[in-house]
C-alpha cells in the first residue's frame, strides 16, 4: 500500500539489561551460521567472526581488527553483536 507506513515492532536498547541484549542478538545463531553457500571472500571473514566470538573470553583487539575491513551483512545479527561488543554495551 503505497504512501501508508506500517507500524513496526521497535526496541529501545538502552532500556534492555545485558542478558536481554544477549537472549535478542544470541551468540550460538552465529556460531552456527552455515557459510558453505557464501562467496569465498565473505565466507572467511564470517569465519573469522565466528572463531573470534566462539571464546569464553573475547579478545577486544582481534575484534576491532578484525572490523576495520568491514564486518559482513550476509549472517544475520552478526553486525548488530559485534558493534555492541565494540561500543561496550555487551560485556564480553
Not at 507506513?5 to 539489561?17: H, P
Not at 565466507?43 to 578484525?66: A, G, H, P, W
Request: charged share 30%; with cysteine.
Amino acid at each position: 500500500m503505497k504512501g501508508k507506513l506500517e507500524k513496526t515492532a521497535t526496541i529501545d536498547v538502552e532500556e534492555l539489561e545485558e542478558e536481554d541484549l544477549l537472549d535478542f542478538f544470541p551468540l550460538d545463531h552465529i556460531s552456527y551460521f552455515d557459510t558453505t553457500k557464501l562467496p569465498g571472500r565473505i565466507r572467511t571473514k564470517v569465519e573469522s567472526f565466528q572463531k573470534i566470538l566462539s571464546y569464553n573470553k573475547i579478545n577486544m583487539r582481534k575484534l576491532k581488527d578484525q572490523c576495520f575491513t568491514g564486518i559482513p551483512e550476509d549472517c544475520p545479527g552478526l553486525r548488530s553483536i559485534v558493534w555492541r561488543l565494540v561500543l561496550g554495551l555487551i560485556s564480553n
